[in-house]
């Protein structure tokens, strides 16, 4: 089977480092291998309106800012498709017909649905979770589905909403004996450190914490933010600590060899560096003053990109509307597919039945 890539990112601020190591990196890199039939990048707008709907201006006013990141890190509108979710018309239609497969139940225990409503501070609020967020599973199901994607680049994170997404596939092909619903399987980064990259305050990098470092940022703010960082306290001399380190943890993530050459010829690698910490003599602020180095080499070729792509916004929203037209012709087939496994397609052969029925 060839493959077909679905992913996205939900418009609710502009993309970071976690975004970065944990999905961009992975994308850029299957479109550069070109081992696929299509490839869609889905910006899911209506999904982020499930935790968002008093503020629907957030959302349209990050759709642009979504687009600027994909394509300052290198994905290419001449090798992907880019599609605005609102705007494919049968995705709707396709979680509707999802639902019924699914019990409220076994959406709510979902891990990544129990750690999104705690983070978002549902469970504590009088009002209860909203029937979209905790429906998220069955859309994202729907996504996939209606593309008929067999490869997801995601974070682990992410792996009980593929999950559930094959588990909706298989009750809806069996049910319906048919085979038009495609399992989709994870793509995770072979880095460990690059599924669930923390927060600058070890908390989950979330756009809604603040506790991120954005692909936008300039460098006095990464400066600012890897300053930022706790350190375990001790003395000079004393053993440094590695485990949850966060400035570590993003040296796991972004440092290469070549760094060391430019920033700490001192070392030769990552490995030099936890050995000599471990003993001793090596400050926190001498860490992160070389992260910080490494932060803004990774950055501002893609900050710089970013600002040039912004100068031409109408090629960019062309790009977008190109893509979700072609979106909602592979979509629409799917869903006619659909609805006639399930024999709700009321066209000539149903009439012809009717009339044929009651004379």
Known sequence: MENIILTGDRPTGRLHIGHYV????????????GNYKDFFILIADTQALTDNAGNPQKVRDNIVEVMLDYLAVG???????????????????????????????????NPTVKSEVKMRGFDDNEEGVPVGFATYPISQAADITAFKSNLIPVGDDQEPMIEQTREI?????????????????????ENNVCMRLPGTD?????????????????????????????????????????????????????VTDEHFKKYYPEFNNLDELKSS????????????????????????????????????????????????????TVADQT?????????????????????????
Do not use: H, W
Request: hydrophobic share 35%; proline share 3%.
């Open 277 to 328: 910490y471990q003993k001793g003599g090596i400050g926190d602020g001498t860490i992160k003053k070389f992260l910080c180095n490494v932060m803004i080499d990774t950055i501002t070729p893609i900050r710089e990109k970013r600002k040039e792509l912004s100068k031409n916004v109408e090629e960019i929203l062309r790009v977008l509307e190109d893509g979700t037209r072609k979106a909602n």
């Open 75 to 109: 994905l290419d509108p001449k090798k992907v498709t880019f599609c605005l979710q609102s705007e494919i018309r049968a995705l709707s239609e396709l979680t509707m017909y999802y639902m019924n497969l699914v019990t409220l139940p076994r959406v709510l225990r």
């Open 169 to 189: 596939v298989r009750s809806f092909n069996r049910i319906y004996n048919t085979d038009c619903l495609v399992e989709c399987k994870s793509f995770l980064p």
């Open 202 to 254: 070890n908390a989950k990098m979330s756009k809604s914490l603040d506790n991120c470092i954005y692909l936008s940022d300039e460098d006095d703010v990464i400066k600012k933010k890897v300053n930022s960082i706790a350190s375990f306290p001790r003395a000079l001399e004393e053993p440094g600590i590695l485990e949850n380190n966060i400035a570590f943890i993003y040296l796991d993530a972004f």
């Open 22 to 33: 944990g999905s961009l990196k992975q994308r850029v890199l299957l479109q550069n291998e």
């Open 335 to 359: 869903l006619k597919e659909v609805k006639e496994a399930m024999g709700i397609n009321y066209d000539d052969t149903f009439k012809k039945e009717q009339i044929e029925k009651y004379n």
